[in-house]
């Protein structure tokens, strides 16, 4: 039995995602195809447009064989702990064989290069970004300024101009670091690039379909970006959204109430006093966000700071699952039944705790780890309130099977 497992967060899930999966069956030739994707929030530090379970059924609708969450403290972070979680879970299933990404480098090798050339000049590399740090550049601008200066080659530095290029040398690393059996394979992003905002032809970036439908634009405008049984199931769903706008007052109580804005995930001083000085209760958060947003300061980690604020996400809690030798937990959100095979086989070689609907019925956790899915229930449970102020409707916990 071979498997493919896709880190993705399929928010929402289009026809780019789908030529990935049917690439990656074409290519390999595998048996299976396991998404490994972000729960009720996401990288960019805002709440899931759909609801997990939507999107969970969106994936395998669209190829997915299993889908299986990847945890709030991994899919709310940066590139580094994103890609860093999402591999440690993949190494505890014991069953994957390759781990498939999308890049818009269309040559594995210059990746795998990079990974190289990181990985031996890490410590000079880490050194280098505070220096250019000091200057008020961002960390992916002082990143990409620092490999370039030790290596003075061009290539590295296009490589690390394209977020998806990033996410892609991140997993490499991680694979690496984690000396993993699980072998990648580059699928090159195909069409629509990851900013692009034509929403005109068949294939469109997800941020695009996104800003449609956060804008009110109906599902029938941006169906032909979608695979048709997926838009068909959107359509019956009524395609309920949400934004980080929607978490406004949450966020606004919070930053009155709290003292030490600084206990929380990735949140400095610095940025503390950005979000003080910047506070205007009239302001959406969109206005907010542009307002504390300054050269080092990007709008993506403004928001995940925010959304950590809101979930009451401290660095105490990342400190936790920060040592990776340590296991965390993972849940199967949904499969189909020409697959269940998986499952079997994910229970019989897994090193992690499995877990339902954010209980720890199934496997024993450590007292640290229950901690960290309190908070993680909390959130899921945010989001389901907000949803159901918005839309008058319940969401049921429930495993989505095909």
Same mark, same amino acid.
């Given at each position: 039995?071979?498997?493919?497992?896709? /880190?993705?967060?399929?928010?929402? %899930?289009?026809?780019?995602?789908?030529?990935?999966?049917?690439?990656?069956?074409?290519?390999?030739?595998?048996?299976?195809?396991?998404?490994?994707? *972000?729960?009720?929030?996401?990288?960019?530090?805002?709440?899931?447009?759909?609801?997990?379970?939507?999107?969970?059924?969106?994936?395998?609708?669209?190829?997915?064989?299993?889908?299986?969450?990847?945890?709030?403290?991994?899919?709310?972070?940066?590139?580094?702990?994103?890609? #860093?979680? +999402?591999?440690?879970?993949?190494?505890?299933?014991?069953?994957?064989?390759?781990? @498939?990404?999308?890049?818009?480098?269309?040559?594995?090798?210059?990746?795998?290069?990079?990974?190289?050339?990181?990985?031996?000049?890490?410590?000079?590399?880490?050194?280098?970004?505070?220096?250019?740090?000091?200057?008020? *550049?961002?960390?992916?601008?002082?990143?990409?300024?620092?490999?370039?200066?030790? *290596?003075?080659?061009?290539?590295?530095?296009?490589?690390?101009?394209?977020?998806?290029?990033?996410?892609?040398?991140?997993?490499?690393?991680?694979?690496?670091?984690?000396?993993?059996?699980?072998?990648?394979?580059?699928?090159?992003?195909?069409?629509?690039?990851?900013?692009?905002?034509?929403?005109?032809?068949?294939?469109?970036?997800? *941020?695009?379909?996104?800003?449609?439908?956060? +804008?009110?634009?109906?599902? @029938?405008?941006?169906?032909?970006? /979608?695979?048709?049984?997926?838009?068909?199931?959107?359509?019956?769903?009524? @395609?309920?959204?949400?934004?980080?706008?929607?978490?406004?007052?949450?966020?606004?109580?919070?930053?009155? !109430?709290?003292?030490?804005?600084?206990?929380?995930?990735?949140?400095?001083?610095?940025?503390?006093?950005? %979000?003080?000085? $910047?506070?205007?209760?009239?302001?959406?958060?969109?206005?907010?966000?542009?307002?504390? !947003?300054?050269?080092?300061? &990007?709008? @993506?980690?403004?928001?995940? $700071?925010?959304?950590?604020?809101?979930?009451?996400?401290?660095?105490?809690?990342?400190?936790?699952?920060?040592?990776?030798?340590?296991?965390?937990? %993972? !849940?199967?959100?949904? %499969?189909?039944?020409?697959?269940?095979?998986?499952?079997?086989?994910?229970?019989?070689?897994?090193?992690?705790?499995?877990? !339902?609907? $954010?209980?720890?019925?199934?496997? &024993? /956790?450590?007292?640290?780890?229950?901690?960290?899915?309190?908070?993680?229930?909390?959130?899921?449970?945010?989001? #389901?309130?907000?949803?159901?102020?918005?839309?008058?409707?319940?969401?049921?916990?429930?495993? /989505?099977?095909?």
């Amino acid at each position: 039995m071979k498997v493919a497992a896709i /880190i993705c967060e399929y928010n929402p %899930f289009h026809n780019g995602h789908k030529y990935q999966i049917e690439k990656t069956r074409q290519e390999l030739g595998v048996d299976y195809v396991i998404a490994l994707m *972000s729960g009720n929030y996401v990288q960019r530090g805002e709440p899931s447009i759909y609801e997990k379970s939507i999107r969970t059924k969106l994936a395998l609708l669209g190829g997915a064989d299993l889908v299986i969450e990847l945890p709030l403290w991994y899919a709310a972070s940066s590139a580094q702990y994103f890609a #860093q979680g +999402s591999i440690a879970l993949l190494n505890s299933l014991g069953i994957v064989d390759y781990l @498939s990404f999308g890049s818009e480098e269309n040559h594995l090798l210059n990746l795998k290069k990079l990974c190289d050339f990181y990985i031996k000049k890490q410590d000079e590399i880490s050194k280098l970004i505070v220096e250019i740090c000091k200057d008020g *550049s961002s960390y992916p601008a002082a990143r990409a300024q620092a490999v370039y200066a030790l *290596s003075h080659n061009t290539t590295y530095t296009e490589i690390m101009k394209k977020p998806n290029n990033i996410l892609a040398l991140e997993y490499l690393i991680a694979l690496e670091k984690s000396d993993s059996n699980i072998k990648p394979h580059l699928v090159p992003r195909a069409y629509a690039n990851y900013h692009d905002s034509n929403v005109s032809k068949d294939f469109a970036s997800a *941020s695009a379909i996104r800003k449609q439908l956060l +804008s009110n634009i109906p599902l @029938s405008d941006v169906s032909h970006t /979608i695979p048709k049984d997926c838009s068909s199931y959107l359509r019956t769903m009524e @395609s309920p959204v949400l934004s980080l706008e929607n978490y406004k007052e949450i966020i606004y109580t919070k930053l009155l !109430q709290e003292r030490n804005l600084c206990q929380f995930f990735d949140v400095s001083s610095d940025l503390s006093n950005r %979000f003080y000085n $910047c506070y205007c209760p009239e302001d959406s958060i969109h206005d907010f966000i542009e307002k504390c !947003q300054t050269r080092s300061l &990007p709008q @993506s980690r403004i928001s995940r $700071c925010l959304l950590h604020i809101a979930l009451n996400m401290t660095k105490n809690h990342v400190d936790t699952c920060g040592n990776l030798q340590n296991p965390l937990y %993972f !849940q199967i959100l949904g %499969f189909k039944k020409s697959a269940s095979i998986l499952i079997k086989e994910i229970k019989e070689h897994k090193t992690w705790p499995m877990v !339902q609907h $954010c209980h720890d019925s199934l496997d &024993p /956790i450590t007292p640290e780890v229950k901690k960290l899915l309190v908070i993680e229930k909390q959130a899921n449970n945010i989001y #389901q309130m907000l949803f159901a102020s918005k839309y008058h409707k319940t969401i049921k916990n429930h495993q /989505i099977i095909v």
